[in-house]
């Protein structure tokens, strides 16, 4: 499994905006990164965790959950080994831990379903305030 580690998370008002990074490492990882598809997810307190943006592997055919969708951005660096999830506009129910996740694959989709996903980061909190 690939490991991953989250950033950028904190404390901002509505309207604002947080850059989130999840930068990704494990062995000979600088030549695989780019066959993992990439999703963001999030978990509110006494919430199931849910979709946020998912990626493909090659950084293209972004797709976004409905209630983001307008206002959040994803891309995938895979010279970096790094993917992002710019949000902008945000709202207090936009606070939430938001969790990467990687998903090995040959194929160029985009995943939703957090069981497709085989590696996952710890998280880092964002925090809305109104």
């Known amino acids: 499994q690939v490991q991953l580690v989250e950033s950028g998370g904190g404390l901002v008002q509505a309207g604002g905006s947080l850059r989130l990074s999840c930068a990704a490492s494990g062995h000979s990882f600088g030549r695989t990164f780019s066959t993992y598809a990439m999703g963001w997810f999030r978990q509110a307190p006494g919430k199931e965790r849910e979709f946020v943006a998912a990626i493909s592997r090659s950084g293209i055919n972004p797709y976004f959950a409905d209630s983001v969708k307008g206002r959040f951005t994803i891309s995938k660096d895979n010279a970096k080994t790094t993917v992002y999830l710019e949000m902008n506009s945000l709202k207090p129910e936009d606070t939430a831990v938001y969790y990467c996740?990687?998903?090995?694959?040959?194929?160029?989709?985009?995943?939703?379903?957090?069981?497709?996903?085989?590696?996952w980061g710890r998280g880092t909190q964002v925090t809305v305030s109104s």
């Open positions: 996740a990687a998903h090995p694959t040959p194929y160029y989709n985009t995943y939703t379903r957090d069981r497709q996903y085989e590696s």
